[in-house]
C-alpha cells in the first residue's frame, strides 16, 4: 500500500476541517486534496462512512486498532456530482483512531463518524415453540432504538406484491447486532438525510426478527413505505439479511426465519411465492426477489442469491403445511358446480351442476393425477381412488363445449 496517507487519532488537535453535523451522532470530516497527517480530539465512534470520488478507481483502505477494511462505493446511494457513499463500517467495540492509505486516497473525500450510543438496558429473546404459519416473534423499535431520536414523518401506506430481499454488505465477523441496527439506523437517517431506516425488517445471523422502519400509529410493520429498491418502493417490502453474502450463505436460523417472514406475509396478502407482479423495474418481478432483480447492484450477494429458487420453493412448501394453497383461492366459488361432501372421508364425492360434463380428472398440489373419469354426463359421483392418501387434491371438471371448472377438495381419513 502507498505510504501517502490520512490519520485520525484520538487525544490530539483540532483543525478547521472537521464539524460537526446538525445530527446528533455524526461528525463530518473534511479532507483537502494532498493533506498531511492529522491529530484531533474526537469522540469514540462505532461505526463509518465516506464520500468518495467515482472517477477515481476505488483503491483505499480503513485501517483501525485491530483491522483493515477496503472502502466500497455503496450501491444503494445514488451518485450525485460525481460523489457516491461508500459501503457503511462497523464496529463491535467502539474506535478511537483510523487510518485511510491506499494508492488513491484522495478519492476519499469526507469521513462521516457515526458514535452509536450503547443500549442503556440489555434485553431477552425467544425463538422456541414459534408457529411457523405466525408472524414470527420480533424485537420492536422502541427496544432497538432506545435512547436514539424517534423518526417523525408522514407515513404512506403501501400495498405489498413484492418481498425484496437485501443484505447489509457489513462484516460477516460482528457479533452485536443491536449496534448493527441502531448503526444502520443514524447512518440512514443522520448520514443519508432519510425520515427512517429503510428497511421493513432486519434479519440477524442468529435468527432474530427486527422490526425496522417504524409504521406509526396506524399503519402495520408490514404496510408501511420503505426506502430501499431504488427509489421504486412501491408495492414492495424491504427485507435486510445482516452481514455480506457475496461468497457466504446466511446461517440455517437467519434462513429460517426469512421462510417464516416471507411465508406468513404470502398467506396474509394472498401471494404466490413462486408468482410474479410487473413493476416499474421489471415487468416481471417475483413476489419474492432480491434487490438486484429490478435494481444495478449486486445486492443481497451471489450466494444468497443463487438460493432464492430454493427460498421461493421452500416457502411454499411452508404454505402448504399451513393449508394455504395460492391460486386455489378462488376455486370453489361456482354458481354452476356444487360439489359435497368437503372435506371428505368416504369413498365417494357427489357433486351437482346444471352442466353437462364430458370428463373430470383428479390432480394433487404438485400436479400428478391420480384418476381420470370419462362420460360422466349422467352421473352425480364420482368414486375416489381406494389408495389417495389424505390431503387436498383438484377436481377438474370439463364440459362437452371445453369448459374446465376446478373444484379443490379435502381427503380426510
Known sequence: MNAFFFRIVLPGIF?????????????????????????????????????LDTAVTPQTWLKTANKTFAILPDEHSRVENGVQMSKLIVFDQAENEFIILGKSVNQVQTAYLIHTPDLEESFSFS????????????????????????????????????????????????????????????????VNGWSDIGYNYLISPDGILFAGRDPGETLDQDGVLGAHFCASNSGTMGICMLGTFMNQMPTSEALSTLNQLISWKAITSNLDPEGTFSHPLNPSLGTIAGHRDGCATSCPGDSLASILPQIRTHSLETLYGCGVFPGLSTLNNSSELKIFPNPSNSSTINYSSSLNFQKATLFDLLGNQHAIWHNIAKENSLQLPSNLKEGLYIIQFITKSGMVIPMKILVSE
Open 127 to 190: 425463538l422456541q415453540n414459534v408457529d411457523s404459519c405466525a408472524h414470527p416473534p420480533m424485537v420492536m423499535q422502541e427496544v432497538w432504538r432506545a435512547g436514539l431520536p424517534d423518526p417523525d414523518y408522514e407515513r404512506i401506506p403501501n400495498i405489498v406484491r413484492h418481498q425484496i430481499i437485501h443484505h447489509s454488505a457489513t462484516d460477516n465477523e460482528l457479533t452485536d447486532y443491536v449496534n448493527l441496527i441502531r448503526s444502520i439506523y443514524l447512518y440512514h437517517t443522520e
Open 15 to 51: 483543525f478547521l476541517s472537521i464539524f460537526s453535523l446538525k445530527a446528533q451522532y455524526v461528525t463530518k470530516i473534511q479532507f483537502e486534496p494532498d493533506s498531511e497527517r492529522h491529530q484531533n480530539q474526537l469522540k469514540p465512534f462505532k461505526a463509518i462512512a465516506f464520500s
